[in-house]
């Protein structure tokens, strides 16, 4: 099956940062075949889709998420301690297979309608994770966390590490869904099973490993007190630094945490809006990716952040940088871009695959309307995309080749079913949250 996008505007984001305008792509099956300017080749039965001038581009990367938590999205948003009052409650209580069943199909119809079509994640039941994407049609980093808070899916580390297991024996060979494991973090693993997970992973290399990384002043007293030293050296100790490491956050670093992530060949998902809205810290991002770290965008979960798509977290990760510098140059716009796309590909090891439009590559890609008054005129499409573009621009999405939507709609999943299920459990936190404010 040939399909043939022409006259686009297309952004590829490959080395150059070349640009076709107007521009066509041949797909085969699940791979960019051919693209280029000006007149398209005549290709007898090929799906001719004529793009009307719109941005064709990427499909977009979010390197950090927890899709079954949109359920939890605007949950006691300003209690200081909602996490104790609320969330491990519910969470200990409410959170089954099917629990996460239904709040990630919620958000993977957010994410494939914002755009993005590589997610990372990590929580909990996370084979469901794992078929929920697969049914989507989403690229899938999906990691099975482990956690010492009493988490809803495993009692012990051994009953984590079985699951880590089954996850990995399911879908070791799956072209789209790629099995992680995920360390919640290292306050909440502590240094011996972070070793069993360093030792785990020597035997499994191509298992990329997801943590929280330097999120909290909370982790690096716990660290300095526990250990001596920052949460970073913890990490490395306990040999968990390494090329496949997926660091979410790492707001509290200093410059010695720095180069030793360089130095170790971690990867960091930066999640801007969950940062700030938790009034947690802003992350060096400039540093970090001056220092030669590839840094990719994250949404983190809809509790802490609300939204799943990465053009939310464009202003936000741009305006930290130009806030920290106390200037309007650092991270340039095309730069925010590439985070949410190449760099962000880079991030997840998937590069090679996905996160750029070239011949050879999947055809994981999104089209852009240009159709509202917001976005003219456009002397720049990387500005306009980062501080100008909504995810309601976006009206079509493809990965491997394969259509997810189609004008607007998700061709995938079902949404009425999703939200009514979404909703079906909101009634059931409301009411035990109803309880514990009697307490
Ligand atoms: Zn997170």
Redesign the pocket.
């Known amino acids: 099956m040939t399909t043939l996008l022409t006259n686009a505007w297309i952004l590829t984001l490959d080395d150059a940062l070349t640009e076709h305008n107007p521009g066509w792509i041949q797909i085969d099956g699940t791979t960019i075949t051919a693209l280029g300017s000006g007149t398209p080749p005549s290709i007898t039965g090929a799906e001719v889709v004529d793009c009307g001038g719109d941005v064709v581009m990427p499909g977009m990367v979010n390197t950090?998420?927890?899709m079954g938590m949109s359920v939890f999205r605007g949950l006691a948003e300003d209690v200081d301690d909602r996490l104790y009052r609320y969330i491990l409650p519910l969470e200990r209580k409410f959170v089954t297979a099917e629990m996460v069943r239904i709040g990630t199909t919620l958000s993977a119809l957010e994410l494939i309608q914002g755009g993005v079509t590589t997610v990372a994640d990590?929580y909990y039941f996370e084979t469901e994770v794992a078929e929920v994407c697969d049914t989507a049609g989403l690229r899938a980093i999906v990691g099975q966390t482990l956690a010492d808070f009493d988490p809803p899916d495993h009692k012990d580390f051994d009953e984590g590490f079985a699951r880590v297991d089954e996850l990995v024996d399911r879908y070791r060979d799956h072209p789209l869904v790629t099995p992680s494991i995920a360390p919640h973090a290292p306050y909440s693993t502590g240094l011996k099973t972070m070793e069993r997970i360093a030792q785990w992973s020597a035997y499994h290399p191509g298992v990329p490993v997801q943590m929280?990384l330097a999120e909290s002043t909370l982790e690096v007293n716990w660290a300095q007190e526990n250990h001596g030293k920052s949460t970073v050296a913890v990490t490395r100790d306990a040999g968990l630094l390494k090329p496949n490491l997926i660091a979410?956050?790492c707001l509290q670093l200093d410059d010695a945490d720095i180069t030793m992530m360089s130095e170790h060949q971690v990867c960091v998902a930066t999640?801007p809006r969950?940062n700030g809205k938790a009034g947690r810290g802003i992350a060096p991002v400039e540093k970090m990716r001056n220092a030669g770290l590839p840094v990719g965008i994250?949404s983190?979960?809809a509790m802490?952040g609300n939204t799943l798509d990465l053009f939310s977290q464009f202003a936000p990760v741009s305006m930290f940088a130009k806030l920290l510098a106390g200037s309007r140059k650092p991270l340039p716009a095309v730069d925010v871009i590439r985070m949410a796309t190449i760099e962000g590909a880079r991030v997840l090891s998937l590069n090679l695959k996905t996160g750029s439009l070239e011949t050879g590559k999947q055809a994981d890609l999104i089209r852009i309307s240009l159709a509202a008054p917001r976005l003219h005129p456009i002397y720049d499409p990387y500005s306009m995309l980062v501080f100008a573009t909504m995810p309601d621009d976006v009206t079509d999405s493809m990965v491997a080749g394969r259509w997810l939507m189609r004008d607007r709609q998700v061709t995938t999943l079902d949404s009425g079913e999703a939200l009514a299920d979404a909703n079906q459990i909101a009634r059931q936190f409301k009411a035990e949250m109803a309880r514990i404010d009697r307490l």
């Open positions: 950090h998420c927890h990590m929280h979410a956050h999640n969950s994250g983190d979960g802490s």
